[in-house]
């Protein structure tokens, strides 16, 4: 087990840039595939993207070209690079590790995850 713990949510203006910050504890991090998720009020919680344990990397449409994520596994921490923020951004975005032994799956399915973090909020202000 992992735990996670986000950080570097708060309060953006639209358009702006914000960079959300995910630190696991324990030293087995780098066998764990990364995922980002989010949940708006009144929605269902959705995939935003994930990353491989190589680091091969995967995104909803909706982010696509706009975010970026990315894992430094000397530091145990999974990060979310978000720009060109909409309001419809506006959610608390979670982050969520799975073990795996392998170097390339990742998944879109939050089924899939089996450690997440408790979430840091993101309002994007029109």
């Known amino acids: 087990q992992v735990q996670l713990v986000e950080s570097g949510g708060g309060l953006v203006q639209a358009g702006g840039s914000l960079r959300l910050s995910c630190a696991a504890s324990?030293?087995?991090?780098?066998?764990?595939?990364l995922g980002w998720f989010r949940q708006a009020p009144g929605e269902e919680r959705e995939f935003v993207a994930d990353i491989s344990r190589r680091g091969a990397t995967f995104y909803a449409e909706s982010v696509k070209g706009r975010f970026t994520i990315a894992r430094d596994n000397a530091k145990n921490t999974v990060y979310l690079q978000m720009s060109s923020l909409k309001p419809k951004d506006t959610a608390v975005y979670y982050c969520a590790a799975y073990a795996t032994t392998s170097y390339c799956t990742i998944s879109s399915d939050a089924r899939d995850y089996s450690n997440w973090g408790r979430g840091t909020q993101v309002p994007v202000a029109s």
């Open positions: 324990g030293r087995t991090f780098s066998s764990y595939a």
